[in-house]
């Protein structure tokens, strides 16, 4: 089985790559005003096997492919393309976060989560066929408060770019 992909280190061990590093969380616009309302990036739901739940963060300033929404169609579970979230989900969100030692790298999640290490791999295989690098992966260990959010941008369709927003 190939080994868990990750980072040499932890970026927040890693002195200037800190001030460098970009991460962003990814959702859609039909969640925006509850995340407005909350003011703060709240944790998703753990995965089974774990308690540890975890704020989702990608590097990847342009999409991360590992966002998956799905639907039934014909009693099956369906995953959503990038443009069936669009338009399901009332657009998409990009929130930039700062960085502190609260976020590890996906590898120090499963590490420190106990996540199943073949149930992390097939994550990742997963990820990585709908386009993902699981490099890019960050989990933040606890919510997000406003105060810590660099950016907001909105997904414009027409020139498939994202628009900053006012925070």
Excluded at 3 to 21: D, K, N, T, W, Y
Excluded at 85 to 108: K, N, P, Y
Excluded at 111 to 137: H, N, V
Aim: net charge negative; aromatic share 8%; glycine share 8%.
């Amino acid at each position: 089985m190939p080994a868990l992909r990750s980072h040499a280190a932890p970026f927040q061990r890693a002195g200037s790559i800190v001030e460098s590093l970009r991460l962003f969380h990814y959702s859609i616009g039909s969640h925006l005003a509850r995340i407005i309302g909350d003011g703060q990036l709240n944790p998703s739901e753990s995965f089974a096997g774990t308690q540890m739940t975890a704020v989702w963060l990608s590097a990847n300033p342009v999409w991360e492919e590992s966002v998956v929404k799905s639907v039934l169609r014909d009693g099956a579970r369906v995953p959503l393309s990038k443009q069936e979230i669009i338009e399901l989900g009332q657009g998409l969100v990009r929130f930039e976060v700062a960085c502190g030692d609260h976020i590890c790298t996906w590898q120090e999640f499963v590490l420190r989560s106990g996540l199943d290490a073949d149930f992390a791999r097939r994550l990742e295989a997963a990820g990585i066929k709908r386009g993902a690098e699981p490099t890019e992966w960050y989990a933040a260990l606890r919510p997000i408060p406003r105060a810590e959010w660099r950016a907001l941008s909105l997904w414009d369709t027409d020139s498939n770019e994202w628009q900053p927003v006012e925070l």
